[in-house]
């Protein structure tokens, strides 16, 4: 297990390691989580459980959207 802070750093390491699961924040410093979930599921079915202080119908629902 490790913690990243970033999405660039969290792409290195899910290309070179097994994972199994991503705990990922919505709002990232560089990023957005959401986006980053769209596209790791282009081509893997990892687990995504996500956190966040929003918690309208509309951030439920692209969360869903995003995979």
């Excluded at 290309?15 to 990232?28: F, P, Y």
């Excluded at 980053?36 to 692209?62: H, P």
């Amino acid at each position: 297990m490790f913690s990243i802070s970033d999405l660039s750093t969290a792409r290195s390491r899910f290309r070179s390691n097994h994972i199994a699961l991503i705990l990922c924040d919505v709002t990232l410093p560089d990023e957005n989580g959401l986006d980053f979930c769209t596209e790791i599921r282009e081509n893997s079915c990892v687990l995504f459980l996500f956190l966040a202080a929003k918690d309208t119908g509309i951030d439920i629902i692209n969360v869903y959207e995003a995979g």
